[in-house]
T-cell receptor
């Protein structure tokens, strides 16, 4: 099973709302990632978690708050977003960050399409 | 990570081989070439990776030039389902502060025609 599951598939929220995106994998992977993808653009890395600890934050605004409660789950908490934050949010996982090239092959979910009104 | 250059778009007839080029002239000795693709409305999908030897798996073949400054992804018998954006990414295999990052370029839009 190489599946990364993201919920919800679609989300519409107002600028004053608080919402969360959820990502789950059961492959035993110890690294998890959040990417943001605007229309007709490539994905851009936001956060990397390794062994449930934040490893990389690509200078993402604080209105995006990641959380990794355990090795299978990754959340992205959203608060006071702007319309320009509307995008496809992708989650990915990999076996790890160290120990060989193959361990960093990333498996992506289908994404959550977010619209901020 | 080294920068890559790919053609913006390519066409291929169904059943024919699709050859997607990638230039990475500033690649370092410890950097690997990875290929991912993204079919419309889906997340990116890993295809293949290599360091300096040619590689083949059930999805594709990867040919890396001897000087490692360019590579070609080959889909031997393209189908309509291979229509996607193909990303060539060069990155270190392990270690370093940027380890874990995948930096996607603009990619090549491959359209497979009936």
């Amino acid at each position: 099973d190489t599946e990364v599951t993201q919920t919800p598939k679609h989300l519409v929220m107002g600028m004053t709302n608080k919402k969360s995106l959820k990502c789950e994998q059961h492959m035993g992977h110890r690294a998890m990632y959040w990417y943001k993808q605007k229309a007709k653009k490539p994905p851009e890395l936001m956060f990397v978690y390794s062994y449930e600890k934040l490893s990389i934050n690509e200078s993402v605004p604080s209105r995006f708050s990641p959380e990794c409660p355990n090795s299978s789950l990754l959340n992205l908490h959203l608060h006071a977003l702007q319309p320009e934050d509307s995008a496809l949010y992708l989650c990915a996982s990999s076996p790890g960050l160290a120990g060989g090239v193959a361990k960093n092959i990333q498996y992506f979910g289908a994404g959550t399409r977010l619209s901020v009104l | 990570d080294a920068k890559t250059t790919q053609p913006t778009s390519m066409d291929c007839a169904e059943g024919r081989a699709a050859n997607l080029p990638c230039n990475h002239s500033t690649i370092s000795g410890n950097e690997y070439v990875y290929w991912y693709r993204q079919i419309h409305s889906q997340g990116p999908q890993y295809i293949i990776h290599g360091l300096k030897n040619n590689e083949t798996n059930e999805m594709a073949s990867l040919i890396i030039t001897e000087d490692r400054k360019s590579s070609t992804l080959i889909l031997p018998h393209a189908t309509l389902r291979d229509t996607a954006v193909y990303y060539c990414i060069v990155r270190v295999g392990a270690g370093g502060t940027s380890y874990g990052k995948l930096t996607f370029g603009q990619g090549t839009i491959l359209t497979v025609h009936p």
